[in-house]
């Protein structure tokens, strides 16, 4: 079963701009982590936040976390066309072994 | 330099064939997971393994067989039983104690013919 969903599945956005993706999930969780995939590639790890965290900034990624909504955001800001890629958000539950579970990702167009 | 390695990257296969992907990591991972993506359907869990000689189904392992006989190898057998084993797979490590970020492979992309 899938934990994260995110949203928007797909967004197309000018060079410049912020690009805002969300991730959902269902069940309690120790952390949250977002990744980016590049076409025909592995996953990279962008980010990580822990339950008892809101919000973190790397760069000009910014993720908040919402644990009272089941909700995370990672924001993009002043975007470049190398960002074009799939996001996907991973979610670990409470309890059990460490079993990231991934959302269907979105998929970002940076428009140069 | 130290990473995870997959191999093949691209494998073609005929029906009826069992096949073997490779994962080696030399990052002194504990635990390696393998992965299967499609089109639209994201990331989803085929198997994981938290020690060497001990693993444990995920959500589709169906079809598919592992092994853990060395820590630093985790390879995915795709079994003639796989109705359906044209997709990407990947396989990730991580150190159990952090509870952090999955290290990927470049994938591997298995076609059936």
């Known amino acids: 079963s899938q934990q994260g969903e995110e949203d928007p599945q797909a967004l197309s956005i000018q060079e410049g701009e912020n690009a805002t993706m969300n991730c959902s999930y269902k069940?309690?969780?120790?952390?949250l982590q977002w990744y980016r995939q590049n076409s025909g590639r592995g996953l990279v790890h962008l980010i990580l936040?822990?339950?008892?965290?809101r919000e973190k900034h790397s760069g000009r990624l910014r993720v908040t976390l919402d644990t009272s909504k089941k909700s995370s955001s990672l924001l993009i800001t002043a975007s470049r066309a190398a960002d074009t890629a799939s996001y996907f958000c991973?979610?670990?539950?409470?309890?059990?072994?460490?079993?990231?579970?991934f959302g269907r990702g979105t998929s970002l167009i940076v428009h140069p | 330099d130290g990473g995870i390695t997959q191999s093949p990257k691209y494998l073609f296969r005929k029906e009826g064939q069992n096949v073997t992907l490779s994962c080696e990591q030399n990052?002194?991972?504990?635990?390696m997971y393998w992965y299967r993506q499609d089109p639209g359907q994201g990331l989803r869990l085929i198997y994981y393994?938290?020690?060497?000689?001990?693993?444990q189904k995920g959500d589709i392992a169906e079809g598919y067989s592992v092994s853990r006989e060395k820590k630093e190898s985790f390879p995915l057998t795709v079994t003639s039983a796989q109705k359906n084993p044209t997709a990407f797979y990947l396989c990730?490590?991580?150190?159990?104690?952090?509870?952090?970020?999955?290290?990927f492979g470049e994938g591997s992309r298995l076609t059936v013919l």
């Open positions: 069940t309690s969780i120790n952390n």
């Open positions: 991973a979610t670990d539950a409470k309890g059990g072994s460490y079993i990231p579970t």
């Open positions: 393994s938290q020690i060497v000689n001990d693993f």
């Open positions: 990052l002194n991972h504990d635990a």
């Open positions: 936040i822990r339950s008892n965290e």
């Open positions: 990730a490590s991580t150190i159990l104690a952090n509870t952090g970020e999955l290290f």
